[in-house]
C-alpha cells in the first residue's frame, strides 16, 4: 500500500476522558439488536471483535440513508462494524427491515425536536468508550470497502483521525481535504472552478470521518455550539493542537453529492455564518493557526 500523507503529527497529549453527552433529545426506537451473538456471527475464531461504530443523521434522508446501509451491509469487510446508529432528526418512515439487513445491528434514535449536526452525533456515540467511531452522511456513495481501509489507518499509534479521498459525481477530488479556514478560502469557494482539495490539508470536512473512541471521548467529540458547520474544522483543530495526526486514506473512496443548503435558504446561511464568526474568534483557531505558522517556519527559513 502507498503511504498515507499526513499532517506532521506532535508528541500525543495525555488525556482525562470527557463524559459522555446526555441523550434525553432522542429516544430510541425499540431494541433493534439481533439475537444475542448474531452480530459476532460472520467474525472468525482468534480475529478482532467488532469494533466499528457508525453514525449517521437523517433529516428527512430516509431513501439516501437505506441505499447507504444497504452498501455497508454489502460491502464492508465481515465482523468490522460492531453497530450502526441512524438519527432521524425529523420524523420519517422508516423500512422494516433495516434492523435485520446484515449481521450487526442497526439502532434507531427519534428526535424529539431536530438538533444540530454536532449534537446529533455526540448523542449517537455517547457510549463509545474503546474501538473506532466513524460519522458518515448519509449522500455518500462507497466506492469498494473504504471502511476497513480507513479503520486500518486509525488504529496506527498517534493517529486521531482519518478521512478518505472524497469524490465528486465526475470522480474528480472533491474539496473535502482544505487548508485552514480563513475568510479569504471561504470566498475562494465560492468562484467558479476555486472549489479544489488541498494538497497540504489542515483539515477535512465532516461527511465521512474515522476515529478512535478513545480519542473522540478525550477531545469531548464535536463542539455542540456550531449548529451546522465549522464543527469539523473544530473537531480537526483541536485534534492536532492535543497532538494527534489527521490523516488521508487516498485508497479508500467515496462520492459525495453535496447538499448546499446555505445557498439556497436563509436559515442555513445564517447559521454558516454564525458558526464562521465565531470559529474565527475562538482560541482554537487562534492557537490552531499559530501551531500551524510555527511548523511552516523551518521550511519558510530554508527556502531563505
Known amino acids: 500500500m502507498a503511504p498515507i500523507p499526513r499532517t ?31 452480530a459476532q456471527r460472520a467474525t472468525a475464531p482468534g480475529a478482532r471483535p467488532p469494533d466499528l461504530t457508525v453514525s449517521i443523521v437523517s433529516h428527512g434522508q430516509g431513501a439516501l440513508v437505506d441505499r447507504l446501509l444497504r452498501q455497508i451491509a454489502r460491502q464492508t469487510a465481515a ?99 482544505r487548508s485552514l479556514l480563513t475568510p479569504g478560502s471561504v470566498i475562494g469557494r465560492l468562484l467558479p472552478g476555486r472549489r479544489r ?35 469539523d474544522f473544530d473537531l480537526c483543530a483541536r485534534l492536532r493542537l492535543a497532538g494527534w495526526a489527521l490523516v488521508q486514506q487516498p485508497q479508500a473512496r467515496v462520492r459525495h453529492a453535496a447538499q448546499r443548503s446555505s445557498h439556497r435558504s436563509l436559515r442555513p446561511l445564517a447559521w454558516h455564518l454564525r458558526s464562521l464568526a465565531r470559529v474565527w474568534r475562538s482560541p482554537v483557531y487562534r492557537d490552531y493557526r499559530r501551531l500551524l505558522r510555527a511548523e511552516a517556519a523551518p521550511t519558510t527559513s530554508a527556502k531563505g
Open 8 to 38: 506532521k503529527p506532535l508528541k500525543p497529549a495525555a488525556f482525562t476522558p470527557s463524559e459522555p453527552a446526555p441523550t434525553d433529545a432522542s429516544e430510541p426506537a425499540g431494541d433493534s439488536r439481533p439475537p444475542p451473538g448474531e
Open 79 to 177: 465482523g468490522l462494524i460492531r453497530r450502526v446508529v441512524v438519527t432521524l432528526n425529523i420524523p420519517e418512515p422508516v423500512p422494516a427491515d433495516w434492523t435485520t439487513l446484515a449481521a450487526f445491528p442497526v439502532d434507531i434514535l427519534r428526535n424529539r425536536e431536530p438538533a444540530g449536526f454536532a449534537a446529533n452525533h455526540n448523542r449517537a456515540l455517547a457510549g463509545c468508550a474503546d474501538g473506532l467511531v466513524a460519522i458518515l452522511n448519509p449522500d455518500l456513495d462507497l466506492q469498494g470497502d473504504p471502511l476497513s481501509l480507513l479503520a486500518q489507518a486509525a488504529r496506527e499509534a498517534g493517529t486521531g483521525l482519518v478521512a478518505p479521498l472524497v469524490l465528486q459525481d465526475d470522480g474528480q477530488p472533491a474539496d473535502a481535504a
Open 197 to 231: 482539495a488541498s494538497t497540504a490539508p489542515h483539515w477535512y470536512a465532516g461527511m465521512c470521518l474515522v476515529l478512535p473512541a478513545a480519542v473522540w471521548r478525550a477531545v469531548g467529540g464535536f463542539d455542540e455550539r456550531y449548529r451546522l458547520y465549522c464543527e
